[in-house]
C-alpha cells in the first residue's frame, strides 16, 4: 500500500498564509489521485474541504484553496483565522482504495 | 437534511466480530457510492473501504483490513454495512461513515456521521 505524506505540525499567524502538502511513495501527486483535504477538529467527524485537487463545497471558507505544487498536493490557507486551528488530512486515490495521511496539527498563533 | 447515523459499535473480543451498520437518509443513497473511515484513540484518520452505488458490485479495502473486513449495502433500508471479522486490538477505533460520490460531480465525500466506537479487548 501506497504511503501518503503530510508535515506533522505547522504553525501561522493569523492573517498570515500556510501551504500544506500531502505527497505520495509511489512518485509524483497528480490530478488522478483525485486529491481530498479534510478538516478535523477534537471530538468533530471530519469534513470535506477540498475534492479533486482544487474544488471546495459550498461550506468550505474561501481562504482555503487546493493545487497541485512540486509533484504533490497541496492546501494553502490565505489569511488564517483562529477557527483554522485544527488537524488537517488529505487522501489520494490509488484506481479504488484511497489512502489518508498522517494529517497536519495547524496551529494558529 | 442530511444524516447518516452509525450504530453497532461496542466492546468484542479479540478475533471476534461485529458489524457497524450506517443508516442514511436525505439524500439518494442507491446513487451514492458510500465509504468507512476509522480512527484510533488519538490518532489519524484511515481509510477503510468503499463500495459502489446501485447493487454494489465494485468494493475497495485498505490493506489493514483486507480478507478481514466486508462492506455491503441495502438500498430497500438505505443502509450500508461494515463486518468486521477476525478483529485485533489495533482495530479499535471510532468508525466514521461518510457518502464517497453522490451521482453529480460536486457530490464528492460530503457527508459524515457522528461515529460508533468499536473497542476490541479481553
Known amino acids: 500500500q501506497a504511503v501518503v505524506t503530510q508535515e506533522p505540525s505547522l504553525t501561522v499567524s493569523p492573517g498570515g498564509t500556510v501551504i500544506l502538502t500531502c505527497g505520495s511513495s509511489?512518485?509524483?501527486?497528480?490530478?488522478?489521485?483525485?486529491p481530498y483535504w479534510f478538516q478535523q477538529k477534537p471530538g468533530q467527524a471530519p469534513r470535506t474541504l477540498i475534492y479533486?485537487?482544487?474544488d471546495k463545497h459550498s461550506w468550505t471558507p474561501a481562504r482555503f484553496s487546493g493545487s497541485l505544487l512540486g509533484g504533490k498536493a497541496a492546501l494553502t490557507l490565505s489569511g488564517a483565522q483562529p477557527e483554522d486551528e485544527a488537524d488537517y488530512y488529505c487522501s489520494l486515490s490509488y484506481s479504488g482504495p484511497r489512502v489518508f495521511g498522517g494529517g497536519t496539527q495547524l496551529t494558529v498563533l | 437534511e442530511v444524516q447518516l447515523v452509525e450504530s453497532g459499535g461496542g466492546l468484542v473480543q479479540p478475533g471476534g466480530s461485529l458489524r457497524l451498520s450506517c443508516a442514511a437518509s436525505g439524500f439518494t443513497f442507491s446513487s451514492s457510492w458510500m465509504q468507512w473511515v476509522r480512527q484510533a484513540p488519538g490518532k489519524g484518520l484511515v481509510w477503510v473501504s468503499r463500495i459502489s452505488s446501485d447493487d454494489g458490485s465494485y468494493a475497495y479495502y485498505g490493506d489493514s483490513v483486507k480478507g478481514r473486513f466486508t462492506i455491503s449495502r441495502d438500498n430497500a433500508k438505505n443502509t450500508v454495512y461494515l463486518q468486521m471479522n477476525s478483529l485485533r486490538a489495533d482495530d479499535t477505533a471510532v468508525y466514521y461513515c461518510?457518502?464517497?460520490?453522490?451521482?453529480?460531480?460536486?457530490?464528492?465525500?460530503?457527508?459524515w456521521g457522528q461515529g460508533t466506537l468499536v473497542t476490541v479487548s479481553s
Open positions: 461518510g457518502r464517497d460520490k453522490g451521482p453529480i460531480p460536486r457530490e464528492r465525500s460530503d457527508y
Open positions: 479533486d485537487t482544487s
Open positions: 509511489t512518485g509524483a501527486v497528480t490530478s488522478d489521485h483525485y
